[in-house]
Nanobody
């Protein structure tokens, strides 16, 4: 069992930056693939970014490529999402998730554990 706790959300102006963190419990964090998803008002939860257990593979949704960076620190059991050049369309609740298979999956159903989410609001 893995527990995930997100932090770092908040209110930011368009063009600004935020760094989200997701702290995981347990001693097997390094074996999990980790992902970030988001759910905007009235929208489905969508994939944002993922990183494989080996840190050798990262994937991004097209709308955040070049602006967002996912990384992980296995020594700290933490995955990060650095978000730059934010725009109002990035406003959403951001969730981190863990995949026992260890892949950088883009598919929501392949993730086994989810955090409670952190709100990101970007004002214009």
């Amino acid at each position: 069992q893995v527990q995930l706790v997100e932090s770092g959300g908040g209110l930011v102006q368009a063009g600004g930056s935020l760094r989200l963190s997701c702290a995981a419990s347990g001693r097997t964090f390094s074996s999990y693939g980790m992902g970030w998803f988001r759910q905007g008002p009235g929208k489905e939860r969508e994939f944002v970014a993922a990183i494989s257990r080996s840190d050798g593979n990262t994937r991004y949704v097209n709308s955040v490529k070049g602006r967002f960076t996912i990384s992980r620190d296995n020594a700290k059991n933490t995955v990060y999402l650095q978000m730059n050049s934010l725009n109002p369309e990035d406003t959403a609740v951001y969730y981190c998730a863990a995949d026992r298979q260890g892949y950088a999956s883009t598919i929501k159903a392949e993730y086994d554990y989810w955090g409670q989410g952190t709100q990101v609001t970007v004002s214009s």
